[in-house]
C-alpha cells in the first residue's frame, strides 16, 4: 500500500538559510499534519491541513510556514535557520471523517534536517 | 508539562517475556494510538483505541484504557528482539475542521534481549 513520501530525507544547511521540505500524503488524504522531534525528545505537533485549508496550529515558530496544495501534498518553509532547528521532520496524513471523530494519523520516513 | 507521560521511560527484557507500558494523559481525548519508533526512523502506527473502548487486541498487541484515570497500557506479548525500540503514545483531541492533534507522550525505550 502508498505510505506518506517526504523529500528530501536528509538536508543540510547553514544558519540563516532557507529550507523547504515536502510532504505528499497517502492518496484520498485529505488532511496533513507536520511534527518536528528534536533529538532525544517526543514529537512535538506543529501544524496541520485539512482540504487545503490550515486546521490547527502548535509550536511552530513564525519563521515556519506551510500550505496544502489543490494535489494535497504539503510544503513546509523554514527560513532564517537556525541551529535549534536540527531535529526530524515528519510529516503525517489521515482521512479525516466529520469533526468528532479522529482517524489514524500515518506517518512518513522523516526529513533528518541538519542546521550547521 | 507533557499531556502524555509514559512510564517506565527505559524496559529491558529477555525475548519471550511481556512487556508493559504505561501512559497517562490530563484532558478528554477522542481516542489514543500507540506509535513505535527505531532509533531516527519514523513512525510506525500500532493501534487506536477510541475513547469509548476499554480494550483492544492487535496481534501480539493489548491496549487498554481506562479514561476515568486518564491513563492507557501497551502490552507486547512474548517479546521479540525486533520489538526493540521506542514506544509512544499520542492522544487525539479533534479540531473543529476535521482531523485530530497527536500530542505525544515522553515514550518508553524498550529493549529486548536474546
Known amino acids: 500500500a502508498a505510505g506518506v513520501i517526504q523529500s528530501p530525507r536528509h538536508l543540510i544547511k547553514e544558519k540563516r538559510e532557507t529550507a523547504t521540505l515536502k510532504c505528499y500524503p497517502i492518496?484520498?488524504?485529505?488532511?496533513v499534519y507536520w511534527y518536528q522531534q528534536g533529538p532525544g525528545q517526543d514529537p512535538q505537533f506543529l501544524i496541520s491541513?485539512?482540504?487545503?485549508?490550515?486546521?490547527d496550529k502548535g509550536s511552530i515558530p513564525d519563521r515556519f510556514s506551510a500550505q496544502q496544495f489543490s494535489d494535497y501534498h504539503s510544503e513546509l518553509n523554514m527560513s532564517s535557520l537556525e541551529l535549534g532547528d536540527s531535529a526530524l521532520y515528519f510529516c503525517?496524513?489521515?482521512?479525516?471523517?466529520?469533526?468528532?471523530?479522529?482517524?489514524?494519523?500515518?506517518f512518513g520516513p522523516g526529513t533528518r534536517l541538519t542546521v550547521l | 508539562s507533557q499531556q502524555g507521560e509514559e512510564d517506565p521511560q527505559a524496559l529491558s527484557i529477555q525475548e519471550g517475556e511481556n512487556a508493559t507500558m504505561n501512559c497517562s494523559y490530563k484532558t478528554s481525548i477522542n481516542n489514543l494510538q500507540w506509535y513505535r519508533q527505531n532509533s531516527g526512523r519514523g513512525l510506525v502506527h500500532l493501534i487506536l483505541i477510541r475513547s469509548n473502548e476499554r480494550e483492544k487486541h492487535s496481534g501480539r498487541l493489548r491496549v487498554t484504557l481506562d479514561t476515568s484515570k486518564k491513563s492507557s497500557s501497551l502490552l507486547i506479548t512474548a517479546s521479540r528482539a525486533a520489538d526493540t525500540a521506542s514506544y509512544f503514545c499520542?492522544?487525539?483531541?479533534?479540531?473543529?475542521?476535521?482531523?485530530?492533534?497527536?500530542?505525544f507522550g515522553t515514550g518508553t525505550q524498550l529493549k529486548v534481549e536474546l
Open positions: 499520542a492522544t487525539a483531541v479533534p479540531f473543529t475542521g476535521g482531523g485530530n492533534k497527536l500530542t
Open positions: 492518496p484520498r488524504h485529505d488532511t
Open positions: 491541513f485539512y482540504e487545503k485549508m490550515q486546521s
Open positions: 503525517a496524513s489521515s482521512r479525516a471523517p466529520p469533526s468528532g471523530i479522529a482517524d489514524t494519523q500515518y
